[in-house]
């Protein structure tokens, strides 16, 4: 029991780090490019994982982000915690969605053949991918209790979609806004520790063009950017984006909420603006990302090791 639960448990790790490397920061946000290796990995992490195949999962990302909490909104936690965390799975999305968020470009998704490819065989890949062969394996390799490997394999499932689906409810809900609190995204500690990197959000929302989806290049809660970073390495990882410390600093004095650490210090060496008014972001081929703020923003083809800590 105890080797098919580790066993469950790498599996889920690999199965998000489909959502997170692949389907959220390459496909949905383009914070970094992939060969195609690397591209086929994460399309096969992504069928582990059961939460839609990654051309309709960036699809309605791009659109959260951009109109983040208004009908248009895929999973508008305006709406409430149950709505955002899964109830708007269960519903017809609001004719915003399609109205107002289909007017976003996608050419880049359909030419991508390797998401075009998952699309079209998405049923396909995750049946097997997601309970047919993670239950099978640990029953003919040694030899589990069959309904142990089918429960197991469920539990495997329910615990990653919930964490996943937390970040649309927990961290749009509860927490702190210290890089921008015209936005519902938060900071909280429970969502740093569980989602691979991905609980930075209140962060993630305000630059979500960074491929760390955090100010921290270095940081163990982080897994998702070490695993970009190590592909990043050997070649197949290229053009990572992130940003500037100056940049970040000067947008905490003009949208933080007052809450980031060492505030006052940071006052000193940046002057307060009464500029809030900024356009939410889809990504980094956003068409209202000036050039001024493109100048700011550092792209390497390598592991970029800040640790603003």
Known sequence: MIKTFVFQMVLGVFSSYGITMGAHRLWAHKSYKAKLPLKIILAFFMSLSFVNDIFTWARDHRVHHKFSETDADPHNAKRGFFFSHCGWLMCKKHPDVQNIGG??????????????????????????????????????????????????????????????????????????????????????????????????????????????????????????????????????????????????LKRVLRTGDGTYDDIDEIKTKFMPTNDPLVPQYWGWDDNHISEEERRHVEISNGPLAHNYG
């Open 103 to 248: 007017k976003l470009s996608f050419d880049d998704l359909r030419a991508d053949k390797v998401v075009m490819f998952h699309k079209k065989y998405y049923v396909f890949l995750m049946v097997p991918c997601t309970f047919i062969i993670p239950t099978l394996i640990p029953y003919y390799y040694w030899g589990e209790n069959s309904l142990m490997c089918f429960y197991m394999t469920l539990f495997r499932y329910v615990l990653t979609i919930n964490l996943v689906w937390s970040l649309n409810s927990v961290s749009h809900i509860y927490g702190t806004r210290p890089f921008d609190k015209n936005t519902a995204a938060t900071e909280q500690d429970f969502m740093k520790l569980s989602c691979l990197g991905e609980g930075f959000h209140n962060y993630h929302h305000t630059f979500p063009w960074d491929y760390k989806a955090s100010e921290y290049g270095n940081d163990w809660r982080n897994s998702s950017t070490y695993f970009i970073n190590i592909f990043a390495r050997i070649g197949w990882a290229y053009d990572l984006k992130t940003a500037s410390r100056e940049m970040i």
